[in-house]
């Protein structure tokens, strides 16, 4: 037994021990150093999580505030991160090895999220009809849906947790999150905070553990009125298979294999640093990683000498030192899935241009990989089809626009896509063409909590972010009233 410190569950406001009394330990994974031991949730645990959400649901305290105080609440909340930044930025880096300065940025920008629906929180009405007939009021008005399940991954666990909380909290929902079992400290420093912002006990809610035992008891709870999920595509499949069968609804955020296309007629300087960010941003783990590059055959040598030299030259090393560029993946079993399709990627014919080893990040230690270029492939590869989650581009020439289009959109996913050129008419066309739920021109990785973004394909199902997320934790009622 060691005496690293343990993490509870956060239910009903307060530190709960896990039924089981065990705990599972999380380690750094720029260093491979145990940090601490969080909570194994079972079903008994999720249990009690819905149930505490449940009652609060249910409370006068939560249901009868008005519109506006709930908007106040959420305010409060997104200048407590502000406060608290540095310190949530910190937990994340030393759970999922993301850079600190790549973490205060997205705490920097985190608290307007929560004030983006604060000020949305007194603008949900509903509409009166005018139905045919003169003598009966038609009015709609929207509803909260209850107990939502919040269940995230390990890349952004704050960020992405806050587009699910934000918006259900708005709206009078309560909430029981799961986070990753890799990252599970953070998402219980936001829940304390809610409770410090004045939200009531029980309103937000958190279960640590593991997606096959506390995830899928969330899932499968009864009294859960909606799952909104962030995580790979295979794991949105059983969830949507599961909450289909009970009508209840879900919102999926999935994975990706994003193209990012480079037209004879860019700024090709440009273009690839838009292509070397979009890919070995994080070390590549993120959903929108632009892994597959498209360049035009005329701008093809230049495009991938520039990539190449950059990704050769990105510094390797701990994350929170803010000379680094490039840390480690989040955990073994990541670092090993990268290697393995790299060399995948050998055995079915591509080039490694540079890269394609495990390091240990300058004696850390950790699970570090450098960043890679592959070449010589093509959409039949694997490489190129599956999603690998970590710092590895494929780079493809193409001839024409129309053949570009063909090739991008030839993926299962949808989620987002980069273009780069000059030529104003292009840029609509190919905006209008490509098959994906953002469309990036002459940048890449733009986000904002007003922009609604959404998956295609088995990229995901639902919108988050902007107002139109809203829909996503309501259920609108019809009343007829015979005047
Ligand atoms: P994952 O699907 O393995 O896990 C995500 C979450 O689901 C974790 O909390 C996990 O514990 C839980 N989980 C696993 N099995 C479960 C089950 N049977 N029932 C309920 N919950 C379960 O994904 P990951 O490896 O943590 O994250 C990486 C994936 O997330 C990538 O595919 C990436 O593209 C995707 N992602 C998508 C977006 C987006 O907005 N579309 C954003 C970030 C990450």
Known sequence: MSDLEQLQHFIGGERVTPKSGEYFESTNPATRQPLYRAARGNAADIDRAVAAAKAAFEDSRWRDLSQTRRGHLLRRLGDLIGENAEELARMEVLDNGKLLREMRGQLASLPEYYYYYAGLADKIQGDVVPTSDRKVLNYTSREPLGVVGAITPWNSPLTLTTSKLAPALCVGNTVVIKPSEYTSRSALRLAELTVEAGFPAGAVNVVTGFGAEAGQALVDHPDLAKISFTGSTATGARIAAATASRFIGSTLELGGKSPNIVFDDADVANASMGVVAGIF?????????????????????????????????????????????????????????????VDLGRSEGARVVTGGNACDGGGLGGYFYEPTVLVDVDNDMRVVREEIFGP?????????????????????????????????????????????????????????????????????????????????????????INT
């Open 392 to 480: 590895v581009a494929a780079i493809m020439p193409f001839e024409t626009e129309e053949e570009v289009i063909r090739l991008a959109n030839d993926t299962e996913y949808g989620l987002a896509a980069g273009v780069w050129t000059t030529n104003l008419s292009r840029a609509h066309r190919m905006a209008s063409r490509l098959e994906a739920g953002t469309v990036w021109v002459n940048t890449y990785r733009a986000m904002s909590p007003m922009s609604p973004r959404q998956g295609f394909k088995s990229s995901g199902v639902g919108i988050e972010h902007g107002t139109e997320t809203i829909k996503e934790y309501t259920r609108l009622k019809s009343v007829w």
């Open 281 to 341: 941003a994080a070390a590549g783990q993120t959903c929108i990683a632009g892994s597959r590059v498209f360049a035009h055959r005329a701008v093809y040598d230049e495009l991938l000498e520039r990539v190449a030299e950059r990704a050769k030259t990105i510094r390797i090393g701990d994350p929170l030192d803010d000379a680094t560029e490039l840390g480690p993946l989040a955990f073994a079993d990541q670092r090993d899935k990268v290697a393995g399709y």
